[in-house]
């Protein structure tokens, strides 16, 4: 029973972040000065497409097109019923796609790329961590995790253009950017799925450097307090094996508010998609918004950040159902 | 007032003949000349000072002393589970026939549990809170025993828990489940998974109301009786103690200044800060009148030269402040470490 009112809760809460969400996203372009569609074709005239006579006709047009001439209930119940069904509208730039379109083209890029990194910083600063802040461990592998702690002073954009330059330009080791080589059509191949994972490398490395030192500071200072928990000194005092009590004892207990970490990590996947997303000319939402943000196309800019903001209010959400699994006191509350 | 202090003879000093005890079954467990440091930026903290007991089977011992006098530190320094910046400098731990402190670190981690069994200060904290508590006891016995069968190890479980009289379901429960006094059930339980000939438990009721106290020590003697090993019991409470225990061990400032019997103990004790202790339990006739030790326990960085003691000691002579007094066994059997007990003194 109370854990039905958990889920209804949790869900009324969900619902507000989106409504909120959209009906900011709702409000202001509407309230603002500026008119997209004619700061858009304003520009379009600029460079001779049309006569600047045609321009209020044409903005006229579109407004009609796009509802714009509706009343504002009227349209704000429409709009509402378009993010219910994820249609957020039309892009200017690239009408007649969808904005919705064109995040799903973008997003299997940045998912692939900052989910799989995401993950492994997560699995490999935590593991260092541990052993950086656990005695028994040999001298040198809990040295391991050090060069990551320096690393965490060197911002991103750095980081990429570093790689870029010794392992890319110099040692010629890996492709400068781009999402595969060009001249290659994409295919369902080995070859390709190759040449694609080539790509992936340097931004890879650069996202994992740049962020498993902030998990390995986390998770030693954690460790530095779990490791003298009577609990791991009472599995010594059992003759539990070394591997055992980090494993189980240790580990497991330090683990529990990384994991909460890592949800909020995910909240921040968009901002360094669209840092290593232009460093190394990728596609992905990173690079989708600052197109959009470059080209005055409001819808996609609205879009994405709406997208986001339900993406990350719903995994917290989903935190919260996951946190009772891995840590049994809080299933009773 | 001397002579009747001196009535007791004493006989040798030095320890190996301590555990030449001429009566009683062939000794489970000897503690040879034990000392233990902490290294600390203050200086150095000599915890222990040559401590040596012998316990047979089946016997309880009570071992009592203020905070800080180094119980917890003999019993980690029993198991070879001193950790920087401790150090075991010198002694030796013998249970049954096998000489722990030459194990090597693999051999000393099997003996841990099922030679040795260490019940820790704090039960509250000793149980992990994320692994069910039928979890925490089949690792234990799966690090132990190898290719035993899950049922062998199921029952053998099953068996401590209901030695213990805790209910077979606690077995699916979680630590924040349980009761402070099921904890130290729990705990308990572990420690006689494996029938070892040696338990030790910190404080085991210290947490605990008067109640629960008498139950889990009650639990303890039966358990004790079952596997019929030896206990030592680290408490500060000595009436609750006196109520289980056979011989009484009073420590001060890392090292043993008395063992005794428990009749023994109360009716006669022999070094004068085991006198004190008993002298300031409370009872009937001095109602009211609670009776302190005068001083402060003194710091283990700036030990008193001589008898440690000697400065809140109201028997003190001139050879207290300069001679440190040798462990000495009473024709009784009884062991003291005092320069009142000095055949010439
Ligand atoms: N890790 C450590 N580092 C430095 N000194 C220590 C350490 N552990 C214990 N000591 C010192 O050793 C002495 C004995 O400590 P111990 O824990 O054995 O006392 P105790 O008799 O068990 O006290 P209590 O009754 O409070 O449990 C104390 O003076 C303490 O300051
Ligand atoms: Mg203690």
């Known amino acids: 029973m109370r854990t039905l009112w958990l889920v209804v809760r949790r869900f009324l809460f969900l619902i507000l972040v989106i409504w909120s969400a959209s009906t900011i996203t709702f409000i202001i372009p509407r309230f603002s000065p500026r008119s997209a569609i004619r700061e858009r074709f304003a520009l379009l005239a600029r460079n001779g497409g049309f006569s600047p006579g045609d321009l209020e006709k044409i903005i006229t047009a579109m407004q009609t097109q796009f509802g714009l001439d509706k009343p504002l209930l009227q349209q704000y119940v429409d709009y509402m019923s378009g993010v219910l069904r994820l249609d957020f509208g039309y892009s200017l730039n690239k009408y007649p796609s969808t904005v919705i379109d064109l995040i799903s083209q973008a997003l299997p890029w940045t998912l692939g790329l900052l989910l799989v990194t995401t993950i492994l910083s997560f699995l490999i600063g935590n593991l260092l961590g541990a052993i950086a802040a656990w005695p028994k461990a040999p001298q040198w592998l809990r040295a391991v995790a050090t060069p990551f702690v320096l690393l965490t002073g060197v911002p991103p954009v750095l980081m990429g253009v570093l790689l870029l330059f010794f392992v890319g330009f110099r040692l010629k080791l890996l492709p400068l950017g781009g999402a595969y080589s060009i001249g290659v059509i994409p295919n369902w191949s080995w070859g390709f799925a190759l040449d694609m994972a080539q790509h992936q490398i340097l931004p890879a490395l650069a996202l994992i450097f740049g962020s498993v030192g902030g998990w390995v500071l986390s998770m030693r200072g954690m460790g530095i307090t779990i490791q003298g928990e009577d609990y791991v000194n009472f599995a010594e005092h059992k003759g539990l094996d070394g591997v055992s009590i980090f494993r189980d004892y240790y580990l497991r207990n330090a683990l529990l508010p990384q994991v909460t970490g890592f949800a909020l990590a995910l909240g921040t996947v968009v901002t360094s998609a669209i840092i290593i997303e232009s460093i190394f000319f990728l596609p992905g939402i990173g690079t989708l918004l600052q197109d959009a943000i470059k080209s005055n196309d409001f819808p996609v800019i609205y879009g994405i950040v709406l997208f986001i903001t339900i993406t990350v209010a719903t995994l917290m959400v989903a935190m919260e159902f996951v946190y009772p699994l891995i840590d049994p006191r809080i299933r009773k509350q | ?345």
């Open chain 2, 1 to 345: 007032m001397m002579s009747e202090v001196l009535s007791d003879r004493p006989t040798t000093s030095r320890t190996s003949a301590l555990s030449a005890r001429p009566s009683g079954p062939e000794p489970v467990l000897r503690v040879q000349n034990l000392e233990v440091t902490y290294y600390t930026d203050a200086g150095r903290a000599k915890a222990l000072d040559d401590v040596s007991f012998t316990l047979s089977a089946g016997e309880k011992l009570g071992m009592v002393g203020e905070s800080g006098s180094g119980k917890s530190t003999l019993a980690l320094a029993m198991m070879r589970m001193i950790k920087p910046p401790g150090r075991i400098e010198a002694g030796r731990v013998i249970v049954g026939d096998t000489d722990l402190t030459g194990l090597d670190d693999d051999a000393m981690r099997k003996a841990r549990l099922s030679k040795i069994a260490y019940i820790p200060q704090g039960a509250m904290n000793s149980l992990n809170p994320v692994m069910r508590i039928g979890a925490q006891m089949v690792d234990a016995v799966k690090s132990h025993m190898n290719g035993e069968s899950r049922s062998s190890i199921g029952d053998r479980c099953a068996h401590a828990l209901k030695s213990v009289d805790l209910d077979a379901s606690v077995f699916r429960m979680y630590a924040h489940e349980l009761s402070g006094g099921m904890k130290q059930r729990v705990c308990i339980a572990i420690g006689i998974l494996l029938n070892p000939q040696v338990i030790i438990a910190d404080e085991p009721t210290s947490a605990l109301d008067v109640v629960t106290q008498r139950q889990v020590m009650e639990t303890i003697d039966r358990v004790q009786k079952e596997i019929n090993a030896a206990v030592i019991l680290i408490g500060h409470d000595m009436g609750l103690m006196a109520q289980f225990v056979d011989k009484v061990a009073v420590m001060y400032a890392g090292r043993l200044v008395e063992v005794s019997t428990v009749r023994e103990m109360f009716t006669d004790p022999k070094h004068p800060y085991a006198r004190a202790l008993i002298s300031s339990l409370p009872n009937l006739d001095n109602k009211g009148v609670f009776q302190g030790i005068p001083g402060l326990a003194p710091s283990l960085l700036r030990l008193p030269t001589g008898c440690a003691f000697h400065p809140r000691c109201t028997h003190a002579m001139d050879i207290c402040g300069t001679t440190r007094p040798e462990v000495r066994m009473l024709a009784s059997g009884r062991v003291v470490t005092c320069h009142l007990f000095n055949e010439e003194a």
